[in-house]
Each structure stands twice: as structure tokens, then as C-alpha cells.
């Protein structure tokens, strides 16, 4: 159903571990359809505090993302802050993913 608003294109680079240094490694960018609304948004987050998101992303509902995985659009690098599933009558409709940028 949101496959047809899905006209954007952006990749993901994905976290696959840490390597003996503790340091985060990550896989090959892949690029995906998505749509990207790059508008700031004020949130509250887990503890009420006040935080600073920089863009929504939304993607099908099936679509793997986390908020370890690194997000470029539009030659921007964006971190996953909060990833969020929505439904529509009863069914998984997409993901809302909130940006920051890094």
C-alpha cells in the first residue's frame, strides 16, 4: 500500500558487530525506496526530556533497520534515533524512522 509513495532513494549501512578494538563495523551500503520528510521535529524521548530529530523516514513495514545502522540521503549521513511500526486497519501498514544527523 505505501510502496507507490515510496519514490525516494537512500542507503543503509547496516551494523554487523565490533571488531577487537570495541569499534563498530558495518556492511556495504544498500541502497532502498523510501520517503524522507527533511523537517526538524522536537520530541520527548523515554525519560521526557526534549530531543532534536532532523528528518522522518518512512519504509514498508517489512523493511530491517535499527538504531545502530547508518542512514545517507540526498548526500546527508543521518544515525537512527527511534524507529517506530505503524498499522492501518489492523495491519502493518510502515515504519516512521527518526533521523539525526551525525
Same mark, same amino acid.
Given at each position: 500500500? !505505501?510502496?507507490? &509513495?515510496l519514490t525516494q532513494s537512500a542507503q543503509i549501512t547496516r551494523k554487523t558487530g565490533q571488531d577487537a578494538y570495541s569499534k563498530s563495523t558495518y556492511a556495504s551500503a544498500v541502497s532502498?525506496?523510501?520517503?524522507? #520528510?527533511?523537517?526538524?521535529?522536537?520530541?520527548?524521548?523515554?525519560?521526557?526530556?526534549?530531543?532534536?530529530?532532523?528528518?522522518?523516514?518512512?519504509?514498508?513495514? #517489512?523493511?530491517?533497520?535499527?538504531? #545502530?545502522?547508518?542512514?545517507? &540521503?540526498?548526500?546527508?549521513? &543521518?544515525?537512527? &534515533?527511534?524507529?517506530?511500526?505503524?498499522?492501518? !486497519?489492523?495491519? #502493518?501498514?510502515?515504519?516512521?524512522?527518526?533521523?539525526?544527523?551525525?
Amino acid at each position: 500500500m !505505501i510502496e507507490s &509513495y515510496l519514490t525516494q532513494s537512500a542507503q543503509i549501512t547496516r551494523k554487523t558487530g565490533q571488531d577487537a578494538y570495541s569499534k563498530s563495523t558495518y556492511a556495504s551500503a544498500v541502497s532502498f525506496n523510501c520517503r524522507v #520528510d527533511e523537517k526538524i521535529k522536537l520530541i520527548k524521548n523515554a525519560v521526557g526530556d526534549t530531543v532534536q530529530v532532523d528528518a522522518t523516514m518512512f519504509v514498508p513495514a #517489512d523493511f530491517t533497520v535499527s538504531n #545502530d545502522d547508518k542512514i545517507t &540521503y540526498s548526500g546527508r549521513n &543521518y544515525k537512527v &534515533y527511534q524507529t517506530s511500526l505503524k498499522q492501518f !486497519i489492523n495491519n #502493518d501498514s510502515h515504519k516512521e524512522v527518526l533521523l539525526k544527523v551525525v
